[in-house]
């Protein structure tokens, strides 16, 4: 509501420059800038603008995909770290919590705390996130083959009334991915993004669409059992970003096909 901006991604580089603490250890850091409205740095936030987290171990894999912006302006950034990272920033820009969250190899296994780490973990990033009107937080993301919702509660547990443990991940294709997710005024969430009918994407991606409920499963009123895939073209095409027109509650997808927008 002040109109700063805020922007999340990563750095890497010696120590003292990815992190102003000297004793840092960690070279590539999750970095949160933010910009007063005429774009200077907002020294009043982390260290002269900018906040440092280390998730996991300080490896190349380490960066921030979305931030979304709670009612009290917290900030919550989530992305990846190997596996799912979820930060969430104070307004002066020191870190509220900090998770680095496992994905279960398995449809019907719960998602745990690293360093609880079932056997057969995923590769997993955080690709976007929503903050729903009661706090608590929505995530999409991409873990194996397959993509997935996550939600958690204000206080930094995982919302168990929500698919399994808090965790619902699907298999729409042999490879299936969200790029976005927007919540509808239900609460119920609509991910978009792509998959492929091989594991290699050797035919194409096609875009997909997909509706669940507000408690995590496939919602079967929305397309054929709650999903939608459509092929736009020849070649490849998915979806990056996704709104709810507010004055009918239509859904806006907007992708690209081939190299085109």
Known sequence: TDGKIVVGGHSKGTPTTCSLNPNFVHTVCWTIARYNTDGSLDVSFGNGGIAFSSVRDGTDSEIIHRLAIQTDGK????????????????????EDFKDLIVIPNSFSHQPTFFPT???????????TVR?????????????????????????????????IGGLRRVGIMALDFTNDIVLQQDNNIVSVGGGCTTSNCSTGVDTIVAGFTSGGSLDSTFGSGGIV????????????SVLIQPQNNKIIVGGHQGLEL
Do not use: C, W
């Open 117 to 127: 780490t079932p056997a057969g973990e995923l590769a997993a990033s955080g690709t």
């Open 131 to 163: 903050i729903q009107q009661d706090g608590k937080i929505i995530i999409g993301g991409n873990a194996g083959d397959h993509m997935f919702l996550l939600r958690l509660n204000q206080n930094n547990s995982f919302d168990t009334t929500f698919g």
């Open 75 to 94: 900030i919550v950034a989530v992305g990846t770290a190997f596996n799912l990272g979820v930060v969430r920033y104070n307004t002066n820009g020191s």
């Open 229 to 240: 895939i459509n092929s736009f073209s020849t070649g490849s095409d998915s979806a990056s």
